[in-house]
């Protein structure tokens, strides 16, 4: 099965550290979104790309958190610096848009990076 | 803005029972999606089922069934037998062409034994 591939699993940091995370979309797809999942806020929308152009990144904290996608396999969300606040899950799914009949296009989420600010 | 609601934050049902996790949502739209994802404690969002707006029929996956209610923007999911595997958090979550997807807070159903 096409996964999602996310990197790091976990992260532990200490805070004004610079944190990457990294996502490889499913080939072929044209839409990646990053999440972020808390326990108090529940699943937030950061950013999503559209053909590697960003579309959205209201829901990201501008001054210190920024989405890229570098090409197509490769999309990545720094925090920099980082504060504790931000230690969160941190998911990203891809999908095709617009979706066919045929029901096979929905987003996939990769496992997720979970974050620790110290 | 579009936005989901999940009433329930904990359902609880018996092995072998069936539960109906409940979902309401609000948009203006008349054609999106609609989701409910699983999420056990690995983390992994999976998908359970989906519904597509334009269609009358609700979607059932094995166990899993919905009650689509268009008029009402009710997306409620029905798990028959339930079993100990089910146990997750569920969200319910809406999506409407080129925007983003938006989720509900999750409802966490424990299955007893």
């Known amino acids: 099965d096409a996964r999602v591939t996310q990197t790091p699993r976990h992260k532990v940091t200490e805070m004004g550290q610079e944190v990457t995370m990294r996502c490889q979309p499913i080939l072929g797809h044209n839409t990646v979104f990053w999440y972020r999942q808390t326990m108090m806020q529940g699943l937030e929308l950061l950013a999503y790309f559209r053909n590697r152009a960003p579309l959205d990144d209201s829901g990201m904290p501008k001054d210190r958190f920024s989405a890229e996608m570098p090409d197509a396999t490769l999309a990545t969300l720094k925090i920099q610096p980082s504060e504790p606040r931000d230690s969160a899950v941190y998911f990203c799914?891809?999908?095709?848009?617009?979706?066919?009949?045929?029901?096979?296009?929905?987003?996939?989420f990769g496992a997720g990076s979970r974050l620790t600010v110290l | 803005a579009q936005t989901v609601t999940q009433s329930q934050p904990e359902m609880s049902v018996q092995e072998a029972e069936t539960v109906t996790l409940s979902c309401t949502y609000d948009t203006s739209e008349s054609d999106y999606y609609l989701f409910w994802y699983k999420q056990p404690p690995s983390r992994q969002m999976i998908l359970v089922i989906r519904?597509?707006?334009?269609?009358?029929q609700n979607a059932t996956e094995n166990r899993f069934s919905v009650n689509f209610q268009k008029a009402a923007k009710s997306f409620s999911l029905k798990i028959s037998d339930s079993q100990l595997g089910d146990a997750a958090m569920y969200f319910c979550a809406y999506w409407y062409n080129n925007n983003d997807m938006r989720f509900g807070a999750g409802t966490r159903l424990t299955v007893k034994p």
């Open positions: 519904q597509e707006a334009y269609k009358q």
């Open positions: 799914a891809s999908g095709l848009v617009p979706w066919g009949s045929s029901g096979a296009n929905v987003l996939t």
